[in-house]
């Protein structure tokens, strides 16, 4: 089975660019989550989405950040225009109910670097 | 409010030597806790998670977690470390919202 597949991978931007990254999630997967880790920290939630709906986005910087999950499949997360401080891994993830309890799989991570 | 403390930020360990690393949490309910390793420019990969039942989980790659409610902890073991163990390790708590510990380092020396 497939897990969460992220891309690009690694991106290198300019301060005040826009960028996007995209994510597959697991199939079958309702439940898909962006979270956010910087450098020697662990990651953080931005937005969570059930299949199209996006139920908690409290954490997402509103003024540069957007998401989407068009037809409650793959989603986007995009950021215009980036910033110094946007330099961090880019995690999506999906989970699935099971064994009584909610488990959580990640992707490989899209890296940002702005300069 | 959740929260997650891992005390140690780096532990180095010989190969082949046992490896402990600490987990303490705070939840409101009963806890759903995981551990999720890093390797460098990967992802986060699920070790174990415990959700009710036996204390003592087990996981991939030979580690094991226990559960102790009276100490708010779930510390992650393995008994024999291997080279390629090296990498970030991260304790969470949740549920539809994890929050993470600061992750400890482990390296492993020949």
């Known amino acids: 089975e497939a897990g969460v597949v992220q891309s690009p991978r690694y991106k290198i931007i300019e301060k005040k660019q826009p960028v996007a990254f995209w994510c597959n999630p697991i199939s079958g997967h309702n439940t898909l989550y962006w979270y956010l880790q910087n450098l020697g920290q662990g990651p953080e939630l931005l937005i969570r989405?059930?299949?199209?709906?996006?139920?908690?986005d409290s954490q997402l910087p509103k003024d540069r950040f957007s998401a989407e999950r068009l037809k409650g499949v793959d989603s986007t997360l995009k950021i215009q225009p980036a910033e110094l401080g946007d330099s961090a891994v880019y995690l999506c993830?999906?989970?699935?109910?099971?064994?009584?309890?909610?488990?959580?799989?990640f992707g490989e991570g899209s890296w940002l670097t702005v300069v | 409010a959740q929260s997650v403390t891992q005390p140690d930020i780096h532990i180095t360990v010989s190969e082949g030597a046992s490896l402990e690393l600490r987990c303490n949490y705070s939840y409101g309910a009963t806890p759903y806790l995981f551990w999720y390793v890093q390797s460098p420019g990967q992802g986060l990969q699920l070790l174990l998670k415990?959700?009710?039942?036996?204390?003592l989980v087990q996981g991939i790659k030979g580690f094991e977690a226990e559960f102790k409610r009276s100490q708010s902890s779930f510390n992650l073991r393995k008994p024999s470390v291997h080279w390629s163990d090296a990498a970030e390790y991260f304790c969470?708590?949740?549920?539809?919202?994890?929050?993470f510990g600061a992750g400890t380092t482990v390296t492993v020396r020949a």
């Open positions: 415990y959700f009710s039942g036996d204390t």
């Open positions: 989405y059930e299949n199209e709906e996006a139920v908690d």
């Open positions: 993830a999906s989970s699935s109910t099971g064994d009584g309890g909610n488990t959580i799989y």
């Open positions: 969470a708590v949740g549920d539809y919202k994890l929050s």
